[in-house]
């Protein structure tokens, strides 16, 4: 796979893919960064890429025939292409997305400055507006890697397979909590089934802990999630298995109410100090 990142600070990119697991699939070939500097592409002897913006306004914007130039190049060697413009107007970032965009060859990322990029490069050229977050950042290369460094994850063995399917957000839920050694530490100690051997205990644990954590960080991935398991559950409705879809049910609601209970502790706790 391909990365095609247009950026007036590409040097940026260069020491972030010396490391760690990128620095294997780029070894490896798996994953190919281009660097390409918008000024190579600039007409004007200052090397210029931006002007003003067209109404008034503070600050300049990426002209869109130095863009253009730069993607077309791209365009006309490369199959398969996916160009992203990263902007805090584009939709949010998530994991769904990190795996979709895995499936192309090549994916150009736009990092703009200033206060941006001209909008007709945006309508005539770019595919996708991507944005890391509600926040506004002074570039766009720091949410280009973030954007390579979660779709390398799903490209070829980059990751094992096996360890995605537990990380948090696969079916809409943070992971579990996890503990290494030493068994205690400050007077916590490491809970009790993990240590047991009981693998069916240990992963009625872990779901608990994962339902936990998405109940006290992200209610609105837990929403997502009951909709979905409950619905998978509980789908044949006979009376045969009324009394074990109950259990199950139960069981769910009896988790979530606990989880409820444990929140208000806290918050009870937290609001008088
Ligand atoms: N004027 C723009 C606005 O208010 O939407 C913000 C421009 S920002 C200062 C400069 C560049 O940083 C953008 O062109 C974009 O490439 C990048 N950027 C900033 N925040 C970002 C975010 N949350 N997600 C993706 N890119 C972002």
Excluded at 3 to 23: A, Q
Excluded at 232 to 258: A, G, M, S, T, W
Aim: aromatic residues 12%; contains cysteine.
């Amino acid at each position: 796979m391909n990365f095609h990142i247009f950026s007036i600070f590409p040097d940026f990119f260069k020491e972030y893919f010396k490391f760690g697991i990128l620095s294997r699939a780029v070894e490896n070939r798996v994953v190919n960064i281009h660097l390409y500097n918008l000024r190579d592409y600039s007409e004007d002897k200052r090397l210029g890429v931006d002007d003003r913006i067209a109404g008034g306004g503070k600050g300049m914007l990426f002209k869109a025939p130095i863009l253009q130039k730069a993607v077309r190049n791209v365009r006309e060697n490369f199959r398969n292409c996916k160009v992203i413009y990263l902007t805090p107007q584009g939709k949010v970032f998530n994991n769904r997305m990190a795996k979709e965009l895995s499936g192309y060859e090549n994916i150009l990322l736009i990092c703009g400055r200033y206060e941006g990029i001209d909008g007709r490069f945006v309508e005539k050229e770019v595919d996708l507006e991507i944005s890391i977050g509600d926040y506004v950042l002074t570039g766009g290369e720091l949410p280009a890697l973030v954007l390579i460094d979660a779709i390398c994850r799903f490209v070829g063995d980059t990751v094992k397979s096996q360890a995605l399917k537990e990380e948090s957000f696969e079916n809409d839920l943070l992971e579990y909590e996890h503990y290494t050694v030493p068994n205690e530490w400050e007077g916590i100690k490491i809970p009790e089934v993990l240590r047991s051997g009981n693998h069916k205990a240990i992963k009625e644990y872990r779901f608990y802990s994962s339902l936990k954590k998405t109940y006290f960080n992200r209610i609105d991935l837990l929403e997502r999630f009951s909709v979905s398991y409950l619905k998978d559950k509980l789908e044949v409705v006979d009376f045969k298995n009324l009394k074990k879809q109950n259990k199950i049910l139960k069981e769910y609601l009896f988790n979530i109410q606990k989880i409820a209970k444990e929140w208000r502790y806290v918050r009870r706790n937290s609001d008088s100090e």
